[in-house]
């Protein structure tokens, strides 16, 4: 563990201004619409993915489109990307395709926090979708695809471009914590212990140890109920 956070450590000093830092409790907020906002996050290793899971925590009152999670390289602006086009609706980008789940909408619930895990595997290309720890009908996309490595990683906005081509009005505003990656299809038991706020292995991305680095007007705050 010693040498691994070392190792971190030293990355994180040669990637200028990056910070490491243990995000538990602490929330990122992006306080207003903006089309220059965002937060970069440095995954652990850059590889090639053949399977995923995404994992996070967002909590807003909008009732627009926004951008929850974007992945971009150069083969693809959308090579991995959580969306949320309507209050009741989620997308999952891979390789540019898209697939889209409903839930029941609620336009006059009060904002909560959202909980949501995704996964995708190429050898079926099946997509999971979790919303609150209740799973949604399954779906698929990009059977045998393998998502490109040397990424764009960040959270606030939708890139159009490899770390750029923002759009104001895909913004996200509002709130966002506990952010995790896999490079594998979490288990139906794996996904109990990160919806109960246990800890797993072999991130990519972690929340409790993350490489980030805060891009305009967004605040780390403690996380408040």
Not at 39 to 45: C, E, G, K
Not at 46 to 67: G, I
Not at 205 to 213: F, K, T
Request: glycine share 8%; aromatic share 10%.
């Amino acid at each position: 563990m010693k040498i691994l956070q070392t190792f971190l450590l030293i990355l994180v000093s040669s990637l200028g201004s990056l910070a490491l830092q243990d995000l538990s409790k602490k929330t990122l907020v992006f306080p207003e619409e903006s089309n220059a906002a965002h937060v970069v996050l440095r995954p652990a290793r850059q590889q090639p993915l053949t399977s995923f899971t995404v994992c996070l925590k967002s909590y807003t009152d909008l009732s627009r489109a926004y951008s929850l999670f974007s992945y971009a390289t150069k083969m693809s602006d959308n090579e991995l990307l959580v969306f949320k086009p309507k209050p009741n609706q989620y997308s999952l980008y891979v390789g540019g395709s898209v697939v889209t789940f409903s839930v029941a909408d609620n336009p006059a619930a009060k904002p909560r926090w959202e909980h949501i895990c995704v996964s995708w595997e190429s050898i079926t290309g099946i997509v999971d979708l979790w919303l609150n720890g209740n799973s949604l009908p399954r779906k698929g996309m990009k059977k045998g695809y393998t998502i490109s490595p040397e990424a764009s990683i960040i959270l606030g906005q939708e890139q159009d471009s490899v770390g750029g081509g923002f759009d104001i009005n895909q913004s996200f505003v509002g709130e966002v914590m506990d952010v995790y990656m896999w490079g594998r299809v979490l288990s139906s038991d794996e996904l109990g212990v990160v919806q109960n706020g246990g800890r797993l292995s072999n991130y990519l991305i972690d929340w409790q140890s993350l490489i980030y680095q805060i891009n305009g007007y967004s605040v780390v705050k403690p996380f408040r109920k």
